[in-house]
């Protein structure tokens, strides 16, 4: 007994160590995706299969709508180790790529019939096989030698999206355990939408564009580069994180067809309201920040990032007006620095 457990978790190693990097890359491609187990597997120890079953990992997602499955087998050979699964309809599967899948030795078959329709040498021929078929749905079946095979797969068939959101996992009401990553997530299993789904409609209070925000409403004008946020929306004159400026002044710029950059203004009402702000200048980063001064009270520290060098200023005021970089005055040159922000 204690030498079957030994040799199993040898066995379950590999496949674990690879379904974890599978999950990695399905989560930089923002795939959402459910992390399950096929049941009824024969297995390898030493040289012998087993008479019993055992479970294998193996995720479902969908890959251009198509649901996909990859098994990671715990029984593997040099050219070995999991197979993978689509299951496209006859619509799908006639206008799919299938040069996508030229890195793999792959079987097509009819779900129903079980005809295989597959012809290697022939793509022609096979799909006109597809077209005659009964079947109306279908499984594309290819074993995998390696992980890069089915990244590279992933990579053809779906868009790195630019902006990430923080993932989340949950269990669904059908049993499922899921990871979502994209915006708009939903068990790849049943269908069912997340209790996490981030998709909500909202329109841009600078520019009007329809977009979308979460839970918390939060999210991004895909026109202006607004950053919605409900507290900003209620005091519109105000400088309130995320935004560096003010909802009208958002507004004005954008009728105007300006960025949204602050002045030093409100650079300092930025300040005042999360206490950490940067900017660069002549390829020098400045933090300035507030600092406690031993009396109760803060200072208003400019610090150089290159050289290390502080200053101090006593008020908001007195920083606008004397601070300096490089001995020019910063309201002089304000207009020169770059990537005012929030302190990264
Ligand atoms: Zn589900
Ligand atoms: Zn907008």
């Known amino acids: 007994m204690r030498k079957t457990v030994h040799n199993l978790n040898k066995l379950y190693k590999s496949a674990f160590e690879n379904a974890g990097k599978m999950t990695k890359f399905l989560g930089s491609y923002c795939v959402d995706h459910a992390f399950d187990f096929h049941y009824g597997h024969r ?84 799909k006109i096989n597809i077209e005659k078929s009964k079947d109306t749905k279908f499984i594309i079946y290819a074993d995998f030698k390696n992980l890069e095979q089915i990244f590279n797969i992933i990579e053809m068939l779906s868009v790195r999206p630019n902006k990430r959101f923080s993932m989340a996992n949950y269990k669904c009401e059908c049993g499922h355990y899921i990871t979502i990553e994209s915006y708009n997530g939903f068990c790849p299993v049943c269908g069912k939408d997340s209790t996490f789904k ?94 406690p001064n031993g009396e109760d009270e803060y200072d208003i520290e400019l610090y150089n990032s290159k050289t290390g060098e502080a200053f101090i200023f006593k008020t908001t005021d007195d920083f606008k007006n004397n601070a300096k970089v490089e001995g020019k005055l910063l309201k002089d040159i304000w207009n020169d620095t770059t990537d005012r922000y929030w302190l990264q």
């Not at 919605?228 to 209620?234: I, K, V």
């Not at 005091?235 to 507004?251: E, T």
Request: overall charge negative.
């Open 43 to 126: 297995i390898k120890i030493g040289k012998l299969f087993t008479n019993e079953l055992y479970p294998i990992p193996l995720f479902c997602f969908k890959l251009q709508g198509i649901k996909t499955e990859t098994f990671f087998d715990v029984y593997t050979s040099k050219n070995y180790i999991g197979y993978i699964k689509l299951y496209p309809n006859k619509e799908e599967l006639l206008s799919f790529n299938l040069e996508v899948l030229s890195n793999l030795k792959y079987l097509i078959y009819g779900f129903n019939y079980q005809n295989e329709l597959y012809n290697s040498e022939d793509l022609t021929q096979t």
């Open 198 to 291: 981030r998709k909500f409609a909202t329109k841009c209070p600078v520019c009007g564009t329809s977009g979308l925000k979460d839970q918390y409403g939060n999210g991004e004008c895909a026109e202006c580069g607004w950053i919605f946020d409900s507290l900003g929306e209620e005091r519109k004159d105000d400088v309130i994180y995320p935004n560096l400026i003010s909802l009208n002044k958002a507004k004005k710029l954008y009728s105007e067809g300006k960025p949204f950059e602050p002045d030093l203004d409100e650079f300092i009402e930025a300040l005042n309201c999360y206490s950490e702000m940067q900017f660069e200048y002549n390829g020098v980063y400045y933090a300035v920040e507030f600092v």
